[in-house]
């Protein structure tokens, strides 16, 4: 039984930092495409941030570029995500995700993720 476990949401000023990790239990991750999505208030799911275990290889959305960073552990299982600088238009439940195959420049299309996490949510004023 795969599981995804997020944690590190929380509630922050505009300007400040917040830490998300996720941790998968139930399966190893090999060459797997694993990351973040979210999702705010009437608007549709959009990919964040992404890293291919293993390789390393990462994908950003633009409107985090350059204010975040997404890491492995070295145990592989866990996937952090470090966002710096906050915006309020960065308010989102946030969703990690993972693929059972490697990532790519579609990485943004949900439908390619085959495990979601419950969510965690992020607010910033």
């Known amino acids: 039984h795969v599981q995804l476990v997020e944690s590190g949401g929380g509630s922050v000023q505009a300007g400040e930092s917040l830490g998300l990790s996720c941790t998968v239990s139930?399966?190893?991750?090999?060459?797997?495409?694993m990351g973040w999505f979210r999702q705010a208030p009437g608007k549709e799911r959009e990919g964040v941030a992404v890293?291919?275990?293993?390789?390393?290889?990462?994908y950003y959305a633009d409107s985090v570029a350059g204010r975040s960073t997404i890491s492995q552990a070295n145990a592989k299982n866990t996937v952090y995500l470090q966002m710096n600088n906050l915006k309020p238009e960065d308010t989102a439940m946030y969703y990690c995700?993972?693929?059972?195959?490697?990532?790519?420049?579609?990485?943004?299309?949900?439908?390619?993720?085959?495990?979601w996490g419950q969510g965690t949510q992020v607010t910033v004023s």
């Open positions: 995700a993972v693929d059972l195959g490697p990532c790519s420049t579609l990485w943004t299309a949900t439908r390619r993720y085959n495990y």
């Open positions: 139930g399966y190893n991750l090999r060459n797997n495409c």
């Open positions: 890293i291919n275990i293993g390789g390393g290889t990462t």
